[in-house]
């Protein structure tokens, strides 16, 4: 937009009307955050820069028994300061959040349940250890349904950057400066909590110390992966609870190792509905294989194969036949798993297991009033993005995690 046709619209529209209307264009995608210029929003909303900014020369020949001058320059300016600041706000706003809804290679989202609310701490009851139906004689009243007192707790945290604009910015008209960096916060935002669900579903930051982890059942953290097989979550060496062959690190190298997992989960994990020790299988139905990038390809060949070639002890026999899991599962991938380990995979129903607890949404919020920045450092808006999250499990039964080396 050309700096005549902004100023046409806040005359027209006043000032109200005006930031309303470049809100709607903006959310509409009518237009775009870099086809507005800084300085001519700037003058359309104040008037020309060289009247309303002072220039660094000019403020270098205010001296203290200058006040009258000094008054006058700043109250011109304040007249509209607070619309330039609302305007630009949305402006701001939209940069981040187009950078910020950019999932391109993120797979945080499908791994958690996305849960609002209100409440920070909070306590969650779980009842799977609920009965089933029973039968029922002839006038005889139903058994009451009964289920354990279990819950977990929530932990959530805020963050956020500030994102500030200065007089040299409006003057020189560094649009473009500014977006980038709206841009990049965005993007840093989104890779931040990227990084927290995927490590958040491998346990990742687990500290008994420090009271790091996602894991809280009945108040008290715990790490949601024991390696002695504890939770009857966890394949490969340490595994002290369920034995061989599930004590041994076993490599993703072809869809048997799938078939083992299954075949564990099917015979070690039991519901807790007459009690730990008289538990019945428990239904699950794994959704996606979750791997590093050293793995991936393994992971889709296993999964996207449209047939498997067997061959017999001696070499001498060869047996093709229909992939049994072909599109069973959705492959997922991510350097932060790499970063924790390159060998360890995982299966399960994440959405089921794992929530991301949001209090706060991505916000974008613009500063009401002045500060001691805009004078110590020529600051005329300054903003501040921040959400509000957390990831938490809610179970220990529904993704299985597997030691590959």
């Known amino acids: 937009m050309i700096r005549q046709d902004l100023r046409q619209l806040k005359e027209s529209l006043g000032p109200r ?66 619309l330039f600041q609302t305007v630009t706000g949305a402006v701001i706003a939209r940069q981040v959040m187009n950078a910020y809804e950019t999932t391109d290679g993120l797979i945080g989202d499908q791994l958690v349940a996305v849960e609002r609310s209100a409440v920070r701490n909070e306590r969650i009851a779980g009842f799977t250890a609920l009965q089933g139906p029973r039968e029922v004689h002839e006038g005889m009243p139903y058994e009451e349904a009964s289920f354990g007192d279990k819950f977990v707790t929530t932990v959530e945290s805020k963050k956020g950057r500030l994102l500030s604009i200065t007089e040299e910015a409006v003057h020189f008209d560094q649009t473009g400066e500014l977006l980038r960096r709206a841009s990049r916060i965005g993007e840093a935002t989104r890779l931040e909590r990227e990084k927290t669900i995927i490590r958040g579903v491998l346990d990742a930051d687990y500290d008994a110390a420090r009271g790091t982890g996602v894991y809280r059942p009945n108040g008290v953290l ?34 048997t190792a799938v078939g083992q997992v299954l075949r564990y989960h099917a015979t070690q994990v039991r519901d807790d509905r007459h009690g730990p020790e008289e538990g019945e299988p428990l239904a699950w139905m794994p959704k996606v294989l979750l791997v590093p990038k050293k793995l991936e390809l393994a992971a889709l060949q296993i ?24 599109g069973s599962y959705a492959v997922l991938s991510s350097p932060y798993l790499d970063q924790a380990s390159e060998d360890d995979w995982y299966l399960g129903d994440f959405r089921k297991q794992f929530i991301w607890k949001e209090i706060w949404p991505v916000q974008v919020f613009r500063q009401a009033r002045e500060s001691e920045s805009s004078f110590d450092r020529d600051v005329v808006a300054r903003f501040k993005v921040r959400y509000f999250g957390g990831i938490n499990a809610l179970d220990e039964r529904y993704v299985v995690k597997v030691n590959g080396s």
């Not at 929003?41 to 006040?67: I, K, M, N, Y």
């Not at 715990?222 to 490599?251: F, Q, V």
């Open 17 to 82: 009307g005006f930031y309303e209307a470049i809100h709607q264009l903006l959310e509409a995608r009518e237009i775009q955050p870099d086809e507005i210029s800084l300085r001519q929003l700037w003058e359309a909303c104040l008037g020309p820069t060289h009247q309303t900014l002072p220039s660094l020369a000019a403020r270098q020949r205010l001296f203290v028994t200058d006040l009258g001058q000094l008054q006058h320059v700043h109250s011109e300016a304040d007249l509209g300061l607070n």
């Open 222 to 255: 715990e790490p949601l992966y024991p390696s002695n097989g504890s939770n009857r979550n966890y394949i490969g060496s340490g595994n002290t609870t369920s034995g061989a062959p599930y004590n041994e690190p076993l490599e993703l190298t072809d869809w």
């Open 303 to 326: 999964v996207q194969a449209s047939q498997v070639r067997v061959l017999s002890a001696d070499a001498q026999r060869q047996v093709d036949f229909k992939n049994p899991f072909g």
